[in-house]
T-cell receptor
Framework: ETGVTQTPRHLVMGMTNKKSLKCEQH?????MYWYKQSAKKPLELMFV???????ENNSVPSRFSPECPNSSHLFLHLHTLQPEDSALYLC??????????FGNGTRLTVT | GQNIDQPTEMTATEGAIVQINCTYQ??????LFWYQQHAGEAPTFLSY????GLEEKGRFSSFLSRSKGYSYLLLKELQMKDSASYLC???????????FGTGTRLTVIP
């Protein structure tokens, strides 16, 4: 149990589907993040929310749409994805300058 | 831009010592982190350096030289369970996020 829970763990979707990834943190942190992890590439930051406001959007295509309804929950809404979007999507949370706490990720496959 | 370099793969023997290096070039510096990630699992925090020198935590130590843009993670008395990827990450000044290297996949052999 990492304190950050992501669902689902695995997701297979077609290019025309719409799906959502969910993240929940039980650590009382005030910042939440979405990262993309592809094989042989560094972790790429996608979005940052601090106190429920989006503070960073790292040039991510509009087919990825984040939502942060409160400080404990973060969603990533997916629509009309491409096969190159297949990757591990990691959610993380932190408080001020404390280390990031990651969830176990959602392994996404786009067919 | 930001650049974090670390070796892609390393192999070491159970019971031995291994050093994983990381060099970085970032716009400002506000700390360096090491994370461990087992296959299919979340990255977990190992160490944090913001001042020059060595931080020791059990079998793991991390060293930082800010003037050289260099850090290493030292793992002693290696165990089979230490087989994992080790991620070096740097926080740039004023940044909301960490910039990660590609990770070093360490394989510990008997």
């Amino acid at each position: 149990e990492t304190g950050v829970t992501q669902t689902p763990r695995h997701l297979v979707m077609g290019m025309t589907n719409k799906k959502s990834l969910k993240c929940e943190q039980h650590l009382g942190h005030n910042a939440m993040y979405w990262y993309k992890q592809s094989a042989k590439k560094p972790l790429e930051l996608m979005f940052v929310y601090s106190l429920e406001e989006r503070v960073e959007n790292n040039s991510v295509p509009s087919r990825f749409s984040p939502e942060c309804p409160n400080s404990s929950h973060l969603f990533l809404h997916l629509h009309t994805l491409q096969p190159e979007d297949s990757a591990l999507y990691l959610c993380a949370s932190s408080q001020a300058n404390s280390p990031l706490h990651f969830g176990n990720g959602t392994r996404l496959t786009v067919t | 831009g930001q650049n974090i370099d670390q070796p892609t793969e390393m192999t070491a023997t159970e019971g031995a010592i291994v050093q994983i290096n990381c060099t970085y070039q970032t716009s400002g510096f506000n700390g360096l982190f090491w994370y461990q990630q087992h296959a299919g699992e979340a990255p977990t925090f190992l160490s944090y350096n913001v001042l020059d020198g060595l931080e020791e935590k059990g079998r793991f130590s991390s060293f930082l030289s800010r003037s050289k843009g260099y850090s290493y993670l030292l793992l002693k008395e290696l165990q089979m369970k230490d087989s994992a990827s080790y991620l070096c990450a740097v926080k740039a000044t004023g940044a909301n996020n960490l910039f990660f290297g590609t990770g070093t996949r360490l394989t510990v052999i008997p």
